[in-house]
């Protein structure tokens, strides 16, 4: 397409921002398109976002504005949502809801504070493109990360499946056969989920085997065939070069559809230092848990004795794994199994009952506290979100008010509940209150509360949804609306 016809389309992108004339001498274009990588030595023809010259995803700087220009260079409807930023509601890439999508050959504009700064991601929010792999990297450097010199390893793990995302969520909708189900089930879409039901409705290939275990939480709807990191498995990992004895600054990005990972460090301990993107009192850890959506930065310092260190993520309750290598100057790099020798531990809230935020909301009550039901029917592989006890029903908030959102998980799996255009703060657990992370994305494991908080103040209609694709694809998405709005 040439520039003079790009031009004409402005309007029929469906932003219409005045800055754009202005600003377009620092305007940075990135490009959803289609590309082909190769995993276990066969192609895949998958979805990619690039900058012309090649760059995966997106780094700016601490105070730049976000100008992007966003072509969709593939033959179906697209766009992008900039996950972690909290930008006017237009701009958030939530089609229909935001805007409309992108039309094939067209492009949207986007201009506003590139905010908060940290490690942040982008992924399509339109239908199931995210499994396969509409998503990438958006890092605003801190000053006080570019000014510490310290090397920056940016590493975005995703799950993969050869077979299409439609065919996953199909049969994973398939009704389940009556007798397989037991007796104590619910039957109706609203009720909650029995440990019961879990582990028995499921079948083929898309059970993880929780067994007949009745209480046991289930980890995976999808059986994924290789986890990804920067598109690469163990086979032929993606190798930093990095000094010998230096710190390094790993900003881990979960970008997958529906796996939770625990991520090691080949047993060196690492401090932690944000997560989501977000300053916490830092951390020592040797085992990271970051469940879909979320990012965590964390400083490893490279060991004395010069060895190359694997940065592995496993998926929660399975052994199959991926990562990359830290090499020092000269040191050889082993094979790392793509099945590690034990399957990772469901991730829970022990970690997140010690994070502190750096810089906490300002103290003040609430002025509105919403009760959240996140309720699934397993059988009929239906999740939904009950607000004041209905489905469907909006969190509906004036601008200025301090709300909190009291999210109790009904159900036998576990929920990364992401709210957007805002930062909340994780501000109670199982009813302990604490001062936790500000977060995005905070993992709701089965059978807890947690209750966050969180200023209106960028008034919109907003998403507020579980990660998990195929939950949020089967009804676990929500709106919060400020009046005036709808
Ligand atoms: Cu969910």
Redesign the pocket.
Known sequence: MNPSRRSLLVGAAGLALTTQTARAADRKVLRLHYRTIEVDGKPAKRYRVSQPAGEWGLALQQGDMFDVRLENDLDVLSGLHWHGLNPPWRQDGVPYLSAPPIVPGKFADYSFPAQPVGTRWMHSHFGLQEQNLAAAPLIVRETDAIRSGIQEVVVMFEDFSWRQPGEIFAELRKPKPAMAMGSSMPMAGNMPMTGGMTGMARGGSTNMASGGDAMKPDLNDVTYDAYLANDRTFADPEVFDVEEGANVRLRLINGSASSNFMVEFDGVEVTLLTVDGNPIAPLKLRALPLATAQRADVVIRMPADGRAIPVVARGEGRTLQTGVILRPIGATVKKVPTNGAMAAPALGLALEKELRASAPLASRPADRSVPVD?T?NMAAYV?GIGVHGQEAMPVTVEKGERVELAMRNTTM????MHLHGHSFQVVEIDGQRLSGAIRDTVLVPPQTTIKVAFDADNPGMWAYH???LY??QAG?FATVVYRGFS
Do not use: D, I, K, V
Not at 413 to 416: E, G, Q
């Open positions: 996140l699934g999740w799996m576990s929920h990364p579980c990660h998990n939950h949020m676990m």
